[in-house]
T-cell receptor, first 116, second 117 residues
Framework: AQKVTQAQTEISVVEKEDVTLDCVYETRDTTYYLFWYKQPPSGELVFLIR??????QNEISGRYSWNFQKSTSSFNFTITASQVVDSAVYFCALSEVWNAGNMLTFGGGTRLMVKP | DAGVIQSPRHEVTEMGQEVTLRCKPI?????LFWYRQTMMRGLELLIY????????DSGMPEDRFSAKMPNASFSTLKIQPSEPRDSAVYFC???????????????FGQGTRLTVV
């Protein structure tokens, strides 16, 4: 069965610091998708990125970057020069292709607090 | 498209009452998911539908929970009778599977915060 682990339950940083959120997953499938979602204090789930298991290239989007390493089953998320508005709970999730639709298994989430 | 629409946004009910949560998926999406978020268990999938047919309801906690999708634009999640431990945020999500696999993401509604007192 699939599993997603986010070992860091809470991280606190000062604005402008870089921060990395860890995500480790387990799956028996060779084809799967990995996601990151952001949940700000308002409660909605905001999609950040989707990566398929065949694409191990790292991705950068503005201050956000993602490091996918199949060898260690990790999909880590780095925020560069963090800002107060980055304060939120961040979820890593996994979807296996056989599920057809994006039936997501979520990690427990990491609460990021960015202090001014 | 307005996105996935859930109603109500907040619901407070007394233990033993019936509660119905509603979801309107994005037009054209053929998959619909109900998730529940609690402090203890995090985000967990309750049930999902494909083309209005329930495919996997193994996450539904007990018989008090039921979900329906009478047509492509509407789904309900019902709890009868409700209990305080059902208090949670319930999310509905939808997506579409193309020929090559799932669409880019599952689109989530704003959620319904349920409080059972």
């Amino acid at each position: 069965a699939q599993k997603v682990t986010q070992a860091q339950t809470e991280i606190s940083v000062v604005e402008k610091e870089d921060v990395t959120l860890d995500c480790v997953y387990e799956t028996r499938d060779t084809t799967y998708y990995l996601f990151w979602y952001k949940q700000p204090p308002s409660g909605e789930l905001v999609f950040l990125i989707r990566r398929n298991s065949f694409d191990e290239q790292n991705e950068i989007s503005g201050r956000y970057s993602w490091n996918f390493q199949k060898s260690t089953s990790s999909f880590n998320f780095t925020i560069t020069a963090s800002q107060v508005v980055d304060s939120a709970v961040y979820f890593c999730a996994l979807s296996e292709v056989w599920n057809a639709g994006n039936m997501l298994t979520f990690g427990g989430g990491t609460r990021l607090m960015v202090k001014p | 498209d307005a996105g996935v629409i859930q109603s109500p946004r907040h619901e407070v009910t007394e233990m033993g009452q019936e509660v119905t949560l509603r979801c309107k998926p994005i037009s054209g999406h053929d998959y619909l998911f109900w998730y529940r978020q609690t402090m203890m268990r995090g985000l967990e999938l309750l049930i999902y539908f494909n083309n209005n047919v329930p495919i996997d309801d193994s996450g539904m906690p007990e018989d008090r929970f039921s979900a329906k999708m009478p047509n492509a634009s509407f789904s309900t999640l019902k709890i009868q009778p409700s209990e305080p431990r059902d208090s949670a945020v319930y999310f509905c999500a939808s997506d579409h599977r193309g020929t090559g696999g799932p669409n880019t993401e599952a689109f989530f509604g704003q959620g319904t915060r349920l409080t059972v007192v």
